[in-house]
């Protein structure tokens, strides 16, 4: 550490140029000319009058501006109160939108989705993929294909299969029925003839998210000895 500094040595003396550079300095200050508000400072009307300008100063920005100063720095009522129903209105759109969804999620899909891969099919001699389509608890598959090819023995593969009627399918809806004009080429017991088949469909809930819902519990006479249709 510095040792203090002795006290009984003598003051030392400023310097002669110093003191020459700091007398020129003193007279260079007094010599500059300052404003009297300076000197004396603002009068209360020369700062209102100051005040006055600023503001018309801002007004004019304003006009020019797009989006107002005056207008950003404060939030009117007719604003809170458009945000405010803005904000309602989402929360009944919200829980509106969830029920909506609920409902179109629950909603079983057309009877189409299984009748339509059905009927080709069999039109194709399918019988193990038509035979997915049906209610589990129908007969079994060997059974089923049997009962299938003595059918297109006796009166003709299925060539044409066009819709007649359908029952209504929704929400809430779990049994369904369609009624469906069966054209057979002719076999070695009947003469080619275009048969009406009524197929019956049950929906199941609890069949999987994204899955064919329904299910085809009656196939009708399709494999029997049906009535040619008038």
């Known amino acids: 550490m510095r040792p203090p500094p002795r006290s009984d040595l003598p003051p030392r003396e400023i310097p002669e140029d110093v003191q020459r550079r700091y007398a020129e300095l003193q007279a260079e200050i007094q010599r500059l000319d300052v404003s009297p508000q300076t000197r004396v400072g603002e009068s209360r009307q020369e700062r209102y009058a100051r005040q006055q300008r600023l503001r018309q100063y801002r007004r004019e920005l304003d006009k020019m501006a797009r989006y107002p100063m005056a207008r950003r720095s404060r939030t009117s009522p007719t604003t809170v109160l458009a945000m ?13 939108g969830g029920a909506l969804l609920t409902g179109i999620l629950n909603r079983p899909v057309d009877i189409s989705s ?3 891969p059905f009927w080709q099919a069999m039109e194709t001699q399918q019988y193990d993929v038509a035979h997915g389509y049906l209610d589990p608890r129908s007969e079994n598959l060997q059974d089923f ?3 299938a090819r003595k059918a297109d023995n006796d009166m003709g593969a299925i060539d044409k299969v066009t819709p007649a ?7 809430g809806v779990s049994f369904a029925s369609a009624t469906y004009l069966v054209h057979r080429t002719g076999g070695t017991l009947f003469k080619s003839a275009t048969y009406k ?11 999987g998210f994204g899955s064919n819902q329904w299910t085809i519990i009656d196939i009708g006479s399709l494999l029997t000895d049906p009535q040619p249709s008038s």
């Open 145 to 147: 294909t049997n009962t």
């Open 84 to 96: 405010v129903g803005i904000a309602l209105l989402l929360c009944v759109l919200s829980f509106g």
């Open 114 to 116: 299984v009748a339509n």
């Open 197 to 207: 088949i009524t197929l019956n469909f049950n929906y199941n809930a609890n069949s």
């Open 165 to 171: 009627s359908q029952s209504k399918t929704g929400a």
